[in-house]
């Protein structure tokens, strides 16, 4: 095992370990993490392990784990499991958001972020169509145009950083 993959592996064992004595010691401080945490918990690890390791591809799994363990709890505890109907137009997005992680790690932020921020868009405005049909809150959905204003100030912001460039 390489140095700095056993001690990203050395690390997350510990914090994983003082978690868990202290959930056990201290179980009345911890009763508001339900099941979905351990999805999160468990999304998160990837990300940690990939900064550790130096390997950015591992934040892709893991902000797609962390993000369903995050719609799981937004379910369990508000939503309801009906609004899946919908929710689930979010993986898309958090692929992106995994690619985005990715290419900060690994060194690539310019290569990863367009790819990224187009499955963010797209996860985001199918969130919105596939919403408004199923159930989520109209009040919520008439700000589906700020989707519209963000992307254009990204062109027009990266425009203007390729322009600096030459």
Not at 118 to 132: A, C, H, T
Request: zero cysteines; a positive charge.
């Amino acid at each position: 095992m390489k140095k700095r993959a056993a001690i990203s592996l050395g690390t997350i064992l510990i914090l994983a370990g003082a978690f868990f004595l202290l959930r056990n010691i201290y179980p009345e401080f911890f009763e508001f993490l339900t099941w979905p945490f351990i999805v999160i918990g468990v999304g998160l690890v990837f990300i940690l392990a990939g900064i550790f390791s130096g390997i950015g591809g591992l934040a892709i799994p893991g902000a797609i784990i962390a993000g369903i363990g995050g719609i799981l709890y937004a379910q369990d505890h508000a939503l309801g499991f009906a609004s899946w109907n919908y929710m689930w137009t979010l993986i898309p997005g958090l692929v992106g958001l995994g690619i985005i992680l990715s290419g900060i790690i690994d060194g690539h932020v310019r290569g990863s972020m367009g790819g990224g921020l187009i499955l963010i868009v797209i996860s985001l405005v199918m969130f919105f169509i596939f919403g408004g049909n199923f159930g989520l809150d109209p009040e919520f959905i008439k700000y589906w145009p700020v989707i519209l204003i963000a992307l254009g100030v990204i062109i027009v912001i990266s425009l203007f950083f390729k322009g600096k460039r030459r």
